[in-house]
Structures are given as C-alpha cells and as structure tokens.
C-alpha cells in the first residue's frame, strides 16, 4: 500500500525567550569580576560623559567673532564657524569652491553608482580611476575650458586631506598588487628589486619621506626644472603605503592552497589569468581588514604634510588657533579635527564590514 507523505505545516519562528535582564545578568554580570569591571565602567562613564556634554553643548558658544566673546565657560564653537571655509578649502578662491563641490559630489555619484545591479562594473571602474581623475583635476587648477588657474599652494584644509588619501589610496594599491607579486615570483631580479623596495620603505618613517620628496629631491634636479610640491607629496605618500600594502597582499597570497595554482595551470590559464581571475580574488577578500587598516593608516598620516609646508585640515586648524583673536581655541579646533578624522575612518571600516559580508562564502572558521 503506498504511503502518502504530507508536508507537515509551517511553523512560526521560535520565540526569543532571553529578555533584557537575561540578556545583562549573562553578559554583564555573570561573575563577580564581570560586575565589578561593569559598575566600574558606569562609574567612568559618569564622570567623563555628563562634564563633556556639558562643556561641548549645554554652556557652548556658538557664534562670535573673538575669543572674548565666549563667556559661557563652555566650548568656544564660534572658532570653527568663523574659519569653516578654511578648515574645509584652505586658501582655495571662496567664489571657485563650487569646482571642489561639484568634484566631490560626481565621486559620490559614481561610487553609488556601483550598488546598481545592471551598471557595467568594468567601464564604471574605468571610469573612476581614469577618467575622474583627470576631470577633477581640471576642475581643482583651472586653466582650461575658461576655468580660473589655482595654484596648489592655495589648496588646504578637508579638501588637500581628502585629495591626499584618495590618490594615495587609489594609487599605492595596484602598485602594491605589482610589488607582492614581483616578491612571491620566480625571476630573481624583478623580486630582488621588489625586496629591497618594499625593506626600504618600510624601514624609513613616512616624515622622513615626505622631507626628502619636498626638500632633498629638488636639490639633485637640474637646474630649473621643478616639480610640484604637491606631486612630490602625492608620489612619496603612495610609494610609503604600496610597500606596506604590497606586505598585506602577500600574506594573502601564501594562504591561497597550492591546489588552486595547480587548478588554474591544469586549465591552461597563462600567469596572469590565473593571478586575475583565480588567485588575486581569493587573496585579496582574505586581506580585506588588513587593506582598509592599511588605508586608514594612511589617511590619517596625511597629517605629517604640515611639516613640509603643506596646511592640510589639521595644519589649518594649527594655524588659525595662533590668531591673536582667538588664543585658547586650541581644544575647540582638535576637537573638530578629531571627530572629522573619525567619522571618516570610521565609515571606511563599516563599508569594509559591509564587503566582507557581501563577499562571505560561508568558510570562515568559527
């Protein structure tokens, strides 16, 4: 006699039965250690957060035009609205920042673009390492299509930060691509080269690099020809951080098993199909934490160029709390460079989170 089988009814989800005091008694006060180490952490939190908010919001000053006007015995705010247009632009021409604006609005633009399913992904990266470089920089110096010429001496503030994480990011990581594939490959000089590169850099603090492209290089130039402090800059920050990214990718590529080269040899793929289609992928969403802690380092390094002439946002905010008017506006001004730097760091790392869940295939060890 046949046997029907009938599919048994859908069950609703269990029900959640850890409540909020289960939820504190198992993950706060589940020891004696635990609660203390709990009450202690209110107890810092009670004498750090209220003198804070107190400070910053409730007796705050938010508008002025010295110093001498903050009498409220809280947080000089009216600094940072006075200097806003240089923390964010630096000396860029105030009736010429709507080219900055519109620059940083088309990256924002093209980089959404990428959550779109049917968008080529291929022609929008070209896109954005080619073409948006080259748009951008017409619309930063001027000079064509009746634009006025800003020289880069003028740039400064949020602005010359960002432009100085963004290319170093952009440009140091395929250069680092190259560099650990140049050390993990067979040809002795190209790897020879790229070990000495990359224990050279690595060895040398980053100031030291930055003095050397902006101060040192232009004495072993012939004379009269120059480089742009700026370039100059721009070429050491990327050559410092592809040597330390060059070290992250590596260590990528030697936890790749030695079967997935062999698969890619047994199909008959040439070196760099079988680096870009089978390796390279696998190594790079293996590293992904190490890249963006690579990325935020360097981005907060951009910092040193104060120290070559260059008034980045926290050079800026140097400069401007030396004003006579506004001696003592020093708290105020780190104070907003810190939570600047923060918020961006910040948001690299959870679009990184966001990668790594996105790019999961389920063989995390637990």
């Given amino acids: 006699m046949a046997i029907e089988f009938k599919p048994s009814p859908s069950l609703p989800p269990p029900v959640n039965s850890v409540g909020a005091v289960a939820w504190l008694r198992q993950n706060l006060l589940s020891s004696p250690l635990n609660v203390f180490l709990t009450f202690f952490s209110l107890y810092i939190i009670y004498l750090l957060v209220p003198p804070v908010i107190e400070w910053g919001l409730v007796n705050a000053t938010w508008s002025g035009s010295s110093k001498a006007e903050c009498t409220a015995g809280g947080a000089c705010w009216a600094f940072i609205g006075v200097y806003f247009e240089q923390f964010m632009y630096g000396l860029y021409p105030e009736e010429e920042t709507w080219r900055i604006n519109i620059a940083v609005i088309l990256l924002v633009v093209l980089v959404a673009t990428f959550a779109v399913k049917s968008v080529n992904k291929l022609y929008l990266s070209i896109a954005i390492m080619v073409v948006y470089p080259v748009v951008a920089y017409i619309l930063f110096a001027g000079g064509a299509f009746g634009l006025e010429i800003v020289e880069t001496s003028l ?212």
């Fill in 155 to 366: 740039w400064g503030g949020l602005f010359l930060t960002v432009l100085l994480g963004v290319v170093g990011i952009v440009a140091s990581f395929p250069l680092g691509v190259l560099l650990a594939l140049g050390r993990q490959s067979n040809m002795p000089i190209a790897k020879s080269v790229c070990i000495v590169f990359i224990e050279t850099i690595r060895a040398v603090p980053l100031i030291t690099i930055l003095f050397m492209a902006s101060v040192m290089i232009p004495l072993f130039l012939p004379e009269g020809m120059n480089f742009n402090k700026l370039l100059r800059v721009l070429i050491g920050i990327t050559l410092f951080s592809a040597a330390y990214m060059a070290e992250v990718i590596r260590g990528g590529l030697q936890a790749i098993p030695k079967g997935q080269y062999e698969a890619a040899d047994a199909m008959g793929l040439t070196y760099w199909q079988s680096m870009i289609l089978v390796i390279l992928p696998q190594a790079l969403k293996l590293v992904i934490p190490g890249i963006v802690n690579t990325f935020i380092g360097l981005f907060k390094d951009t910092t040193l160029v104060y120290i070559v002439g260059m008034f980045d946002l926290l050079g800026r905010i140097q400069a401007a709390s030396h004003d006579a008017s506004w001696l003592g506006t020093t708290i105020e001004g780190y104070a907003f460079a810190g939570f600047i730097y923060w918020a961006i760091c910040f948001g690299m790392s959870r679009y990184s989170m966001a990668i790594e869940r996105k790019l999961e295939t389920g063989h995390k060890r637990n």
